[in-house]
């Protein structure tokens, strides 16, 4: 039987190489970071539906608001991080962006790439969240 964070991170990765759809939530049809997190979710069985936030901005967008949708889904802030957390960075000025943490790096729907991407290492954007479906 899988933890949690694994069925999580199996989900995100299961994405890599689905079409890039600004507000996506669709594989075939596209998925933005949102939408990879709540396809993420909700196949590790978190009732994702509840974070979906309606008309979200990736500029401009506050912290706060990630922060009520995450913990609407039963997630949980942390400061360690692990695989199978969703990280919110500031990939821009005033710009943001949720990502998947998994084993040796992130997953992310990669506007420029056109795709979700695997990417290795650690983030090149400043982190400002992470959260975690159980313990």
Not at 52 to 71: M, N
């Amino acid at each position: 039987m899988s933890t949690r964070a694994e069925r999580i991170e199996r989900a995100a990765r299961a994405l890599v190489g689905a079409p890039f759809r600004l507000h996506g939530r669709d594989a075939a049809g596209g998925v933005g970071c949102i939408g990879l997190v709540v396809l993420s979710l909700k196949a590790a069985g978190c009732p994702a539906e509840r974070f979906a936030p309606a008309g979200y901005s990736v500029r401009g967008g506050l912290r706060d608001a990630f922060d009520v949708a995450l913990r609407a889904a039963g997630l949980r802030p942390v400061t360690r991080g692990r695989a199978g957390d969703i990280v919110l960075v500031q990939s821009g000025v005033a710009q943001m962006h949720l990502m998947i943490a998994v084993t040796g790096g992130h997953v992310h729907a990669h506007a420029s790439l056109g795709h979700v991407v695997e990417m290795p290492g650690p983030s090149p954007w400043r982190e400002i969240g992470r959260w975690r479906w159980g313990r």
